[in-house]
């Protein structure tokens, strides 16, 4: 997984490829990783870093969606049950099971959740996270000493998947490179090139870095990008109507105070009607979400007054001591890309989770879904794939496919065991560079090897990448993010044999992006820091 590399593949790719990928997030990357393992030719090309959208921004969750069961869809809820199993099976050094516990305040609800997780765990089958169970007031005090107490009468515990949404993605992008796969980050697709009968047959795209413009041909064009959908589709036809409606979703993340214990708090039902979670991670305290219709995405979205509001009373509820602005230690924001009904009668919605569309250029977009299901959304693409560039039939293998990483012992390696089988080399330059093992804040337990790391091994290329995505310390503390930032530059600068004018632009740079994670710095949407 090295830049240069890649870059040399690309300008060396003599003919046209299988399929190029546009987008690099979960749909687009296991795009990649399905195709590249059939032994077709892969080309991936995501426009800022990947992960920068939605796959980085997720309440962090391996589940079947309790909320699909109580709208009766078990066909969905056993779909993702059964690839919450394979993705802790092939990736257990980033799946790991969470207790969540729905406290209880009303008579009924310890019955009526009783039975309706219990039917969560038999939809599982052979892939059980564990039983679910009534518990008692203080069983419950004991999981959850921190939960509001007034009225509350018991909770109900049940198991469900958790992992680190970014790190997944950056090992996923790894494993298809393995496996064959060509994926740049900072390539972005401009345009579309078509053939004399109009049918699409490559992109346009520009190396951000350098300005350079490129054009790569395929078979078959793949549109992964999420909430930018329609943007690409309109690449190859500006008249095309809209088949993403776009849906923000905020989280807020507290000290580990809030939540001291190993359990999460699932709360069914808020006043708008939605499930809530409160869930402890990397040391923090996440609660989210929410889910506001916007009319339009950004790369970079920014909460919501309201949202924030929502959250903080809604916490309040449920937590002994209620949460306040003050105790915001960052806030993130995600775009779901909601598909919408639509009218177009070449629409293969190969689940009502989501969905493949083939325009009449031959674009091929996949959109929808979430994360713990794209290996199987990644499945059902290749195949739709497979048929329209007429590729030979081969069958998918992702089901007993490890994840780049992939440790049976992760907890040996400690802090380091996110990194599963690359936490060994991580110690090795430790040990080779003790400079390295410095915390680069008291906050976070980051050191300088890590970004090492992420620059030799991860591609990454900005203060940005590391800091959100190589490590997650923007999106578990914007302070303490903000104060890592002039060393993390100079550790890349050298890395990456840039100067001191480089660190300024990237420390610059950063205090911008900081500024949509801060509620310190005013940075909501129609706040002051807009
Ligand atoms: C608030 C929230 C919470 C969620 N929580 C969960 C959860 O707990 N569990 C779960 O399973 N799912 C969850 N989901 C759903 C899940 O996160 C998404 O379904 C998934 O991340 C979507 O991935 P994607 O690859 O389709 O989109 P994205 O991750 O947004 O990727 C699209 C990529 O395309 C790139 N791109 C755009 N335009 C171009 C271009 N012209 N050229 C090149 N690249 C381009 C973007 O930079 C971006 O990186 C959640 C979603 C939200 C919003």
């Known amino acids: 997984m090295m830049r240069a590399q890649m870059l040399h593949r690309l300008h060396a790719h003599p003919a046209a490829w299988d399929l190029i990928i546009v987008g690099g997030g979960a749909t687009g990357v296991g795009v990649a990783i399905d195709a590249a393992a059939r032994g077709y030719d892969v080309l991936l090309l995501e426009g ?33 049950l059964k690839e919450r199993g394979i993705l802790r099976q092939n990736a257990p050094h980033l799946v790991s099971n969470l207790a969540f516990i729905v406290p209880n305040y009303d008579w009924w609800e310890a019955p009526f959740y009783g039975l309706g997780l219990k039917l969560y765990n038999v939809l599982s089958g ?49 494993t298809a490179a393995e496996q064959g796969a060509t994926l740049l980050n900072y390539c972005r697709v401009a ?13 346009i795209a520009r190396e951000v870095e350098s300005g350079d413009e490129f054009t790569a041909r395929a078979r078959v064009v793949v549109n992964a990008t999420g909430p930018f959908t329609d943007a690409v589709r309109r690449l190859a036809d500006p008249s095309l109507e809209a088949m993403i409606a776009p849906s923000q979703g905020i989280h807020l993340v507290f000290d580990r105070s809030f939540l001291p214990g190993d359990s999460a708090i699932m709360v069914p039902h808020t006043s708008d009607g939605r499930v809530m979670f409160a869930i402890p991670w990397h040391g923090h305290t996440l609660v989210g979400t929410t889910d506001t219709a916007i009319p339009e995405a950004t790369l970079e979205p920014s909460a919501q007054e309201e949202e924030i509001e929502f959250i903080l009373k809604t916490a309040g509820q449920y937590l002994h001591k209620a949460p306040s602005r003050a105790d915001v230690l960052s806030v993130f924001t995600g775009i779901r890309p909601l598909v919408t009904a639509g009218k177009a009668s070449n629409t293969a919605a190969l689940s009502r989770d989501h969905t493949i569309r083939i325009d009449a250029s031959g674009l091929l977009s996949i959109a929808g879904g979430k994360w713990t299901t794209y290996r199987h959304m990644a499945e059902d693409c290749v195949n739709q794939v497979a048929t329209l560039g007429q590729l ?17 012992h992760p907890e040996k390696f400690g ?46 290329r900005t203060v940005e990448d ?35 004018d480089w660190e300024r632009k990237q420390v610059v740079a950063f205090e911008q992006i900081a500024r949509h994670f801060s509620l310190e710095a005013g940075a909501v949407a129609g706040g002051s820091g807009g």
């Open 48 to 80: 800022s870093d990947f992960g920068k959208g939605t796959s980085s921004r997720s309440t962090k969750l391996v589940h079947g969606g309790v909320r699909y069961l109580e709208q009766g869809n078990i066909p969905l809820v056993m779909e993702a």
């Open 126 to 174: 052979q892939y059980g996270f564990g039983p679910s169970q009534i518990l008692s007031r203080e069983d419950t005090l004991q999981r959850l000493p921190t939960i509001n107490r007034e009225g509350l009468r018991g909770g109900v515990v049940y198991y469900d998947g958790q992992f680190d949404d970014a790190r997944l993605l950056i090992n996923m992008v790894a």
């Open 191 to 203: 345009g579309v090139t078509k053939d004399a009968s109009g049918y699409i047959d490559g992109v």
């Open 392 to 408: 030979p039939e081969r069958a998918c293998v992702t089901r007993q496919l490890n994840i780049h990483g992939f440790h049976p």
């Open 415 to 460: 802090q380091l065991s996110f990194y599963g089988s690359d936490a060994a080399a991580i110690r090795e330059l430790m040990e080779k560079v003790p400079e390295l093992t410095q915390p680069l804040t008291r906050e976070l337990p980051y050191v300088g090897a890590e970004v090492v790391w992420a620059v030799r091994h991860e591609m990454a």
């Open 466 to 500: 590391v800091l959100c995505r190589r490590t997650r310390a923007l999106f578990l503390n914007a302070k303490a993010a903000r104060q890592m930032t002039p060393g993390v530059a100079s550790l890349m600068a050298r890395e990456l044999g840039y100067g001191a």
